[in-house]
């Protein structure tokens, strides 16, 4: 599934319109789907809060068209007919040919349901103050609230609030989803999202929505007729003295996903990693953190796997080491997680690299602000990398595709989440998938397992192992 920005959505509906498909006839069918949804909801009274654009025109439509089957409906005019769209001016006269009636400010407490047509797609910058005011008064009132497309004062580019925004239970969008419709905080006031389908033209995008059936097309497949080396090797350099876990989460990541050879090497001892999984190939540097000279030591378990791992549970002093690993193994795939984001600071990398940071590790290697997608495909222009972006909804782009997972939640807000997503991403990297797949792939499998098993377990309970331990679940809905 696409997920569009504004101005896509603009293009969009000019080439439909292009197409010899009316303007009119979009709001119809818009309003049409809008007005079953409510239907549905069996209102007594429902007042549509219209805005002088086409955003304030499907709601009107729907108004009309919910009066027309017999529902009572009124509507409210947030400005004057001269400053009004021409298609919202049209759906002005249709309205006063349907008797619909146009209500005052001190009436729109008295409904069950209020639909919001005040902004959509047409927000400009900050919310004015007289509608910060009024999106403020219908947010008080105690009824169903339904938002036409997107909610009022949510940027459908980045789903930021400009300065307030209306609180919807249901929001019903057209033809595509917009970015604002998936991230953070604009989902705390979508409510339920519903997306109907418009005569629009279709096209490719860019952008994607993470799905099973994207994920069961890249997830790599297991022949009777192999053996380990059929699956690849991935080499893990992870852990320390400080942070012993992280590895043995990484390499227990690895091994799940069905990797053929898996070895981790620490430089502290973490040999409890044998009796947990005695399959994964453990080597100890028998010291405190990475240093450069380990090298030389480890080069042939190195130049042995096709995609090495750097960084969990490593600490801010192994950064040379990093550095080595980066400017020597230029064949490898490599994924840089947590504290090896330190050594790419203004550093130009390759495309067979992924970064996985969170967002307060951005802060380790730039000083940019990053939040937007855009900033993030811009990021990962510049650095020349893959880039899987950690938030509550992840970003995964190579800078010229872009894909979005929201199956995330509170359920993984526990450390070590993230050292067992490098291993899963790593695991699937060594059977050939590439970084931008793997990512894909593993952050849909960890999130989904976590959240079936929040169902049983709570968020509270649960931990990376518990997630691990049940991935088979959803690989086996994939194979
Ligand atoms: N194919 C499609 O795309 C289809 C699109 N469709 C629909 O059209 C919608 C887009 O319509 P659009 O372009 O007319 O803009 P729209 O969302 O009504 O916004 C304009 C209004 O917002 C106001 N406003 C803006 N900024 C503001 C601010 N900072 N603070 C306060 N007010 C502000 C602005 O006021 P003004 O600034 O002009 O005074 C004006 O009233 C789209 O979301 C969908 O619902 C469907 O019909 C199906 C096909
Ligand atoms: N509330 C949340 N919603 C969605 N995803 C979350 C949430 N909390 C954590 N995650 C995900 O869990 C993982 C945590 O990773 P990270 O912070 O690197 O963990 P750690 O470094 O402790 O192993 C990331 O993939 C992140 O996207
Ligand atoms: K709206």
Known sequence: MYILDSEEIKR????????????????????????????????????????????????????????????????????????????MKKQIEIAKNYNVNFVGIESIGDYDIIIDGLIGNGLKGELREDTKILIDKLNNINCKKI????????????????????????TITFGYLKIGHIMYPAIDYIGNLKLVELSFFKERYTRKLVNEE?????????????????????????GSVQYPGASVLTALGAIKSGAGMVQLITPNRTESIINIEPSVIYRSLDKDYFEKEDLEIINKDLKAANTIIIGPGITKNSIEFVNEIIDNYTEKKII??????????????????????????????????IKTVYEIEELSKNLNCNILYKNSTNIITDSQNTYFNVL?????????????????IGGFSAQGCNLMESSIISTYILYKTGRKLQEEYTSNYMTPILILNNIYKTIKELI
Not at 147 to 170: N, Q, Y
């Open 12 to 87: 969009t509906d000019l080439k439909t319109i292009q197409t010899g498909i009316k303007e009119e006839t979009l709001m119809e069918q818009a309003a049409f789907s809008i007005y079953q949804i409510i239907k549905d909801l069996n209102p007594k009274k429902v007042i549509a809060i219209c805005g002088t654009g086409n955003n304030g025109g499907d709601a009107l439509a729907t108004i009309r068209l919910l009066k027309n089957f017999g529902i009572k409906a009124d509507a409210y005019l947030n400005g004057t007919y001269e400053k009004c769209s021409l298609g």
């Open 147 to 170: 938002s036409v497309d997107i909610p009022s004062g949510i940027c459908s580019d980045t789903g930021e609030i400009m300065g307030d925004a209306f609180k919807a239970d249901i």
């Open 214 to 238: 994207q994920v069961k097309n890249f997830f790599p497949l297991r022949k009777e007729n192999s053996n380990k080396f059929t699956y690849g090797k991935v080499c893990i350099l992870a």
């Open 336 to 369: 840089l997680d947590a504290d090896a984001l330190y050594a790419i600071k203004n550093k130009k990398l390759r495309k067979n690299i992924l970064i996985t940071p969170h967002p307060g590790e951005i802060k380790k290697f730039t000083d940019q602000k």
């Open 408 to 424: 995330g939640g509170s359920f993984l807000s526990k450390g070590g989440t993230g050292d067992l997503l490098s291993g899963l």
